[in-house]
Every structure is written in structure tokens, then in C-alpha cells.
């Protein structure tokens, strides 16, 4: 069994190299007792540069201590979370466009890790196994990238697709996986960052510009792979049915805008399949209206759905412990998930038929049920906002999450 500890040292810190770091933590655990817990890393000499925080996986999943033996084996991963603000990544006007034509905002530019996506791995919960399936692809198509397997022999694109409906995670679970490569891979790409490719600034109000645009975009994004090989670039296509859009649906045998945009972006991922350290994640709603070329193109395409039961129970738990952080809910004897072991049963319990009712909802959805239940508690009773008994709260939210039912069924009618 292999344990993987990730360890985000002091933001101050300056890391001379991140092969010898991580050397030095492995040796420092190996020394340390059996048991590594929270007293291990509280205890770590000042040379380790720690001052952040950590997380212990074992078999994939999240532990808060480790009992290491003689067949343990581990991994460690250090690493420094960017504060930068993600820049814009702008496309010259092409020429003939017209004088009024505009430089093109084509992507932000986010340098990995980021804070903004810190635990953002740990916090998605998906049914299965979706995302050790994703990494271990990443991780592997990047390998095999690597170690220059031949494409004749063995084809691959480091293409992934994610569908699904609206509000499922998607996205998120595309900018996790960017950031959790960034920390995992950094002893062979020392630099990362994301990509997020604006795609409605891509459809010019010109004729025939879009497929321009498009190409321009790929010979930057292939010249940022060649001038530095050793940085990951992970590539995001929010919505690509704007970018992919199929052609077969076309109203007219005359080649139209939409229809060269779609060559030019099939034609710019055959090139970036000669660059190793790149890899290009895609999200759907509708994949019916996405190309079958490019559908082809995709390694991967995983439909992630609505949360599963128990990603459902994860959410509301951790809302309702975020409104108790700020006071905004206060704990009562009844549902007080912090006392004893009936009390804390009785709490549960009532997360959990929560969580049963809210079955069909999306995560978006559930994350914004808080604030609608907090909004439906202050118009009735006019009381103050803050320091809501947690029953009332409850309370509320079951009706919210039975109000919001009943419009999604109103809407699937219409």
C-alpha cells in the first residue's frame, strides 16, 4: 500500500528545489514514530519550511493518521499555493477584419496550484470512483506523452470530456483535477497553470474571423508549450458545443462561420498532440449538438450526474456547519452535532432525510438552498438573522428543498 502526503508549506517560503524538500520530508516521517497524525507535522523542524497545512491519502481516500509498517511504502508531494490574480491572454485583430475590430480576450491564465482551488479535490464528491479514474488517466496519458510512446502504435490525445446536466460539477471537477496534477506532478513539471479558453469571445462579429481566431488561439497555446517544457498546461473548454458545434446540423452545404471555427479547433488538438505537457479537459450539457469528430478525439468522456446520496448528505453537513461557524444557525439539544451520541444521532438522522428528499437536485442547486432557507426563516418570523435555532433552520430548508422540487417539476412540464 503506497501513502500519498501532500504538504502546502509556508507561502514566504523560497524552495531552492523541490526534489530535495520533498527528500527531506520523507526522511523526516521515516523517522518519526509508526503513527503519523497531527503532532507529526506540528513538531516538523523550521528547514521543512512548513507553516501550511497537510493531507494524508491512503488507498485515495482522506485519513487524518496513518499507521506506517515495514510494507508501507509513501509519496510526498510539497507545494506553494499562487496568490496571483489569473491574467488574460489576448488575440491580435486579424487583418482585413476592419478598423474597428478589437484584441480578442481568448483565455485567463491561472498559475497552479492556486489558492482559490485549495481542497477543492477533497471537497467534490462524485459516485464511484470519477475522479481517481480521471487522475489516473491524466496521469498516465501524460506519461505515456513522456516517455514518447509512439502515436502510431498506441493514440491518445490527453483529450477528457465531462457531460452531464447543468450544475453537476463539471467545471469544478476540471479545475480540481488541474490543480491536483500540478501538486502531484511538480518533480517533472515544476510549473502549471490552467487555461480557461473564452469561447463566446471567440465568435466574431466578423465573417469568417472565428475560425481565425481559433487557430491564433492554438499557435499560442502551442508556443507557450514549446518555450517551456517543463510547465503543465492544462486547457479548459467550458460548454465546447459553442466551440464544436455539429456540423452535420448545418441548414446549408455552403460552408458557414460556426462550421470553419469547428475545422480549425479539430484541426488545432491533432497539433497539440505532439506536445507532452499539455492536457485538455472539455464539459457538456449537450452532447448531442457537440461534434462527432471531436467526440472521437476524446480519450475519456464520463457523464457525471446529479450527486449520489451520500455527496448530498457532505453538502448539507458542511453547509449547515459553515452557518454554525458564523453563527449565523445556532445548535439546539435536538440537533446538536457536536454532543452526545443520541443528540448527534437525532442530527444526522435529520441530515440524512434531508438529503433523501433532495434526491434529482443538482449541486449547484443544493449549495444555493442555504441562503434561500435563511431568506425564508427571516420573512416569517422578522426575527434576527443571525442565531436561528438549528430546528427552525431545518425546518425551513426541508420546505425550501420541497419548494424547489416542485418548480423543477413545473419547468419539466412547460
Known amino acids: 500500500m503506497t501513502i500519498h502526503f501532500e504538504i502546502r508549506i509556508d507561502e514566504q517560503a523560497v524552495i531552492e528545489s523541490v526534489d530535495k524538500l520533498q527528500l527531506q520530508w520523507k526522511e523526516y516521517l521515516q ?22 497545512d497537510y493531507t494524508i491519502y491512503s488507498e485515495g481516500t482522506t485519513v487524518t493518521s496513518i499507521l506506517l509498517t515495514e510494507t508501507t511504502s509513501f509519496e510526498v508531494y510539497t507545494f506553494l499555493l499562487s496568490t496571483e490574480e489569473p491574467s488574460i491572454e489576448e488575440l491580435e485583430p486579424s487583418e482585413g477584419g476592419g478598423s474597428d475590430q478589437e484584441w480578442t480576450a481568448a483565455c485567463e491564465n491561472l498559475t497552479l496550484p492556486h489558492v482559490s482551488l485549495h481542497t477543492s479535490w477533497e471537497s467534490l464528491l462524485f459516485e464511484g470512483s470519477i475522479k481517481q479514474q480521471l487522475f489516473y488517466y491524466a496521469n498516465s496519458a501524460l506519461h505515456f506523452a513522456d516517455k514518447q510512446v509512439s502515436g502510431h502504435m498506441v493514440h491518445w490525445n490527453r483529450l477528457v470530456l465531462l457531460w452531464g446536466p447543468p450544475g453537476t460539477g463539471k467545471t469544478s471537477l476540471c479545475r480540481a483535477l488541474a490543480q491536483k496534477l500540478a501538486i502531484r506532478l511538480n518533480r517533472r513539471f515544476p510549473r502549471a497553470c490552467l487555461l480557461e479558453i473564452h469561447s463566446h469571445s471567440l465568435f466574431s462579429k466578423w465573417f469568417s474571423t472565428s475560425g481565425k481566431l481559433i487557430h491564433k488561439l492554438f499557435d499560442l497555446i502551442q508556443e507557450m508549450l514549446q518555450e517551456d517544457p517543463e510547465r503543465l498546461v492544462c486547457v479548459l473548454m467550458d460548454e465546447i458545443e459553442s466551440l464544436a458545434a455539429s456540423r452535420s446540423a448545418a441548414s446549408s452545404s455552403e460552408p ?14 491533432d497539433r497539440l498532440r505532439h506536445c507532452p505537457n499539455v492536457l485538455l479537459l472539455a464539459t457538456t450539457n449537450l452532447t448531442q449538438s457537440v461534434d462527432t469528430a471531436f467526440l472521437d478525439r476524446a480519450d475519456v468522456k464520463i457523464y457525471i450526474g446529479p450527486p449520489c446520496l451520500e455527496a448530498r448528505c457532505a453538502m448539507l453537513h458542511s453547509s449547515l456547519n459553515e452557518l454554525m461557524r458564523v453563527k449565523i444557525v445556532r445548535k439546539t439539544e435536538e440537533t446538536d452535532p457536536d454532543g452526545n451520541a443520541t443528540t448527534n444521532s437525532l442530527y444526522q438522522q435529520r441530515v440524512l432525510s434531508l438529503a433523501l428528499l433532495a434526491d434529482g437536485l443538482s449541486g449547484r442547486s443544493l449549495r ?14 422578522l426575527a434576527s438573522i443571525d442565531s436561528i435555532p438549528m430546528d427552525v433552520y431545518m425546518n425551513a430548508l426541508e420546505h425550501t428543498i420541497r419548494m424547489e422540487l416542485e418548480s423543477l417539476k413545473l419547468m419539466n412540464k412547460s
Open 31 to 52: 523517522s518519526r514514530s509508526a503513527t503519523i497524525d497531527a503532532m507529526t507535522f506540528q513538531q516538523a523542524p523550521l528547514h521543512l519550511c512548513y507553516g501550511g
Open 368 to 381: 444555493r438552498l442555504p441562503l434561500q432557507a435563511h431568506a425564508r426563516v427571516a420573512s416569517s418570523t
Open 256 to 269: 458557414t462561420d460556426a462550421m470553419r471555427a469547428v475545422n480549425s479547433l479539430l484541426t488545432g488538438l
